[in-house]
């Protein structure tokens, strides 16, 4: 009988043929590698699990050189080091994969022969270390051909360096106006870029994950979600396998918007490269990578305007730093002609914007970027107009606000200005300081204190509420109730510990009559709401609530019709449906100790009925648009007015200033 044909023994004969070697064990595979490797073997030769346990550091070689051709790049002497995984130059990507895409401007991921302004990636150092790293950074051989660069809004427009053509925005007549003003005033000044304090870390961690099918990255980054789609692109593979680790910020300007995305892209390239997990860093921290700072602005102006400081006409121009490659800066570019009329009703005003082309890098990383440069440019032409006739800058501001019921009632491009907002937040500001007072006192300490002088002032500004690109204006939540009647609340926002989850609580709270304490709220939730909300340049506030309040009233409704069949069985057939109220944890149309439901009960019956508790709420700010080539608008959901006074001091011997006391008056958002 043949072995094969042997079904009836219970047991298996040995068999006479040679013995099988025994399966190698764990331990004995790990004692292997680790002789290998004691024995000087490739480190690459790893096996997968060890490559899972590996993080490696990338260190981003930049150039040194704002324009430069690249000659030659040799990485023989860096890679032989011991330590160093691979070296990476732009030959290395595959085609049409080394580029930042169209947020970027089409820049490329890494420098290919040129070179457009310093800082900018052009290699990839990719060891078990930092030090290994820097080591064989130095061992590059790259040769530059140094051209000369154009590094400021002056040599841009000397040479015409531009982006793209100039846009206007204008009302009146500009041109009669100012040839038929009283007086005449003109000037150019510059608006220097101002840098970002940033705390955190710059680092960028990209791990692969599910056998390297997708990643997890995490980044200090105020638009996670913009990571995501650049990581996901970088390694061709659906956004849904890109996970996001939350990083906690100290506050808004603790992190960078674009610049995290550059950064993510060069990490996950590093990790396709090597398959595992990579740290990625720059060469300093001063790095122009992870530098964020507001763009540089130069203002030419010609105003005309009465001698009691009343401006007839102005005719503005903005010429703004775009960088070599503009990425947003075409919208710092509109944000800051679009608040340049700050809240002077100027009948006849042109505002000609016009983005320049330098070898620099740009970034908008900090609140109100676009905003702060056109409203500082309004400020300083008041400020210019009042010493050439000899008046305070109180008084000029007072002469050419908006006012109620005379024209202009709207701002240059058409959106309505509230008038009345303006002069209360002025007067509100100046009752509450007690600003004459306080100018007569500061002129008497100056002229008896020859080593510290103080001054004084008071400026009040608009700023629209939302982002000249619509489709930022939108935010998602999701709110549910779970079975005991407490509430969790997830928002797609990053969460800079400004005070806002308590915000959320407290609207939830009032929405479903609950008690703050049952309500949690979870930000950087960007796996169940991919929507990321921007904090900068957008009104997260005001989308994120309105979003919160779709949601509970449609869990509301849910939970009327529950109610009313609980009151019902309790005999309550005459109450209506629409008289339905939640209130201190408590549901009836008369929330009294007598005959309401408890919030509790009701979901209770919720569950019982299979009544959807979940509920996603959405809300997008309708109707806003912007046209650059007509000049013309309705870019924000609103506008918010403030006013503020200021005192400072400066030490006459040291320069040092101190900020003794200020006084603000805020309405609106």
């Not at 094969?4 to 004969?13: A, I, K, M, Q, V």
């Not at 000044?189 to 705390?199: H, S």
């Not at 509970?552 to 109450?575: M, N, P």
Request: with cysteine.
């Amino acid at each position: 009988m043949s072995e094969t044909e042997d079904h009836l023994s219970p047991f298996r004969l040995p068999s006479t043929g040679p013995v099988k070697q025994a399966r190698e064990t764990f331990g004995e595979r790990l004692r292997r590698r680790r002789e290998q490797l004691a024995q000087g073997d490739e480190i690459k030769a790893l096996s997968s699990w060890q490559a899972r346990a590996r993080v490696l550091t990338a260190l981003v070689v930049e150039s040194p050189h704002p324009r430069a051709s690249i000659v030659r790049c040799q990485a023989g002497d860096a890679r032989r080091l011991v330590g160093i995984e691979a070296v990476l130059f732009a030959d290395d990507i595959p085609p049409f994969r080394n580029s930042l895409g169209h947020e970027f401007s089409g820049e490329p991921l890494l420098a290919e022969d040129e070179v457009h302004y310093r800082g900018q990636p052009v290699a990839l150092v990719i060891g078990r270390d930092e030090a290994v790293c820097r080591e064989a950074a130095a061992k590059l051989e790259i040769e530059y051909h140094v051209s000369p660069g154009i590094l400021s809004i002056d040599h841009a427009l000397a040479m015409m360096s531009f982006h793209e053509a100039p846009r206007v925005c204008e009302r009146g007549k500009v041109t009669p106006a100012l040839e038929s003003g009283e007086r005449r005033s003109s000037g150019s000044f510059l608006i220097p870029p101002q840098q970002a304090p940033l705390t955190g870390s710059t680092e960028v961690r990209v791990t692969p994950v599910r056998g390297g099918r997708g990643y997890s990255v995490k980044a200090r980054a105020l638009s996670p979600a913009l990571i995501r789609t650049a990581v996901a692109r970088t390694a061709d593979i659906p956004e849904s396998e890109v996970q996001l680790e939350p990083v906690g910020l100290a506050g808004v300007t603790d992190a960078l918007e674009l610049e995290p995305v550059r950064l993510a892209m060069l990490a996950t390239r590093a990790a396709m490269a090597c398959g595992t997990a990579v740290v990625l860093k720059v060469s300093s921290p001063d790095s122009p990578l992870v530098r964020g700072q507001r763009h540089p602005v130069k203002v030419d102006f010609e105003a005309a305007h009465e001698s009691g400081g009343k401006i007839s006409a102005l005719d503005l121009k903005l010429h703004v730093d775009g960088g070599f490659y503009a990425t947003d800066s075409t919208t710092v570019m509109d944000r800051a002609a679009l608040h340049a009329d700050s809240v002077y009703g100027i009948t006849n005003f042109r505002i000609t914007s016009q983005l320049c082309r330098t070898h620099r890098i740009t970034s908008s990383s900090l609140p109100a970027e676009g905003s702060a440069q056109g409203a500082w440019a309004m400020e300083e032409i008041i400020r210019r107009v009042a010493a050439a006739i000899g008046k305070a800058p109180r008084e000029v501001r007072e002469k050419n606000f908006y006012v109620e019921g005379a024209e202009p009632k709207t701002a240059p491009y058409g959106q309505p200005v509230q008038a009345a907002s303006i002069g209360r937040v002025w007067n509100q500001v100046l009752r509450r300081s007690d600003y004459d007072t306080r100018v007569a006192a500061i002129e008497k300490w100056n002229r008896r204190n020859p080593c510290h002088k103080r001054g004084i002032a008071v400026v009040t500004t608009k700023f629209g509420l939302g982002d000249p690109r619509p489709e930022r204006d939108a935010a998602a939540v999701l709110v549910q109730i779970l079975a005991d009647g407490s509430v969790l609340v997830r928002v797609g926002l990053v969460d800079v510990n400004d005070g806002f989850r308590g915000q959320i609580r407290e609207e939830v709270a009032t929405r479903l009559g609950l008690e703050e304490e049952a309500i949690r709220v979870i930000l950087n939730d960007f796996d169940v709401l991919p929507r990321s909300t921007p904090v900068i340049g957008a009104d997260a506030c005001g989308l994120v609530l309105r979003a919160i309040a779709d949601a509970c009233k449609r869990l509301q409704s849910r939970l009327r019709e529950v109610a009313l069949q609980l009151f019902a069985a309790r005999g309550q057939t005459e109450i209506e449906i629409e008289a339905i109220r939640f209130v201190d944890g408590l549901v009836g149309p008369d929330i009294s100790p007598n005959n309401p439901l408890h919030f509790r009960e009701v979901i209770e019956g919720a569950w019982r009925k299979r009544v959807n508790l979940v509920e996603t709420g959405y809300h997008r700010t309708p109707n806003l648009w912007w046209d650059h080539e007509l000049g013309a608008g309705w870019p924000f959901s609103a506008f918010t007015y403030a006013a503020a006074v200021a005192e400072v001091q400066i030490d006459a011997f040291t320069g040092e200033v101190q900020i003794l006391r200020v006084d603000f008056a805020h309405e609106g958002s």
